[in-house]
Nanobody, 124 residues
Framework: QVQLVESGGGLVQAGGSLRLSCAAS????????MGWFRQAPGKEREFVAA???????YYDDSVKGRFTISRDNAKNTVDLQMNSLKPEESAVYSC??????????????????WGQGTQVTVSS
């Protein structure tokens, strides 16, 4: 069983930055593809970014050039650096572990362990 705990959310002005972190326990972290998703009230969960075991990354087009996903296998953490934030990006951000090895999926159903999420609010 894998446990994930996110941190780093908060309130930021439009154009500002936040760094989210996800700490994993249980299992072998270095074996996992890790993803970040977000969900705003009344909307479906949407893919943000993911990183493979070999540090390959993939981003949703909406965040390319502004968000950076990274991992530290020694610390069992995956981070999401978010720059130039927009009000419409206010949401609960969650990290997740993929069911698949070294393959990135943008579909939430491809991930089988989830953290509780951390709230990000971007004010205009």
């Amino acid at each position: 069983q894998v446990q994930l705990v996110e941190s780093g959310g908060g309130l930021v002005q439009a154009g500002g930055s936040l760094r989210l972190s996800c700490a994993a326990s249980g299992g072998t972290f270095s074996n996992y593809v890790m993803g970040w998703f977000r969900q705003a009230p009344g909307k479906e969960r949407e893919f943000v970014a993911a990183i493979t075991q070999t540090y390959g990354t993939y981003y949703d087009d909406s965040v390319k050039g502004r968000f950076t996903i990274s991992r530290d296998n020694a610390k069992n953490t995956v981070d999401l650096q978010m720059n130039s934030l927009k009000p419409e990006e206010s949401a609960v951000y969650s990290c997740a572990v993929s069911r698949y090895y070294n393959t990135i999926s943008t579909r939430p159903e491809s991930y089988n362990y989830w953290g509780q999420g951390t709230q990000v609010t971007v004010s205009s």
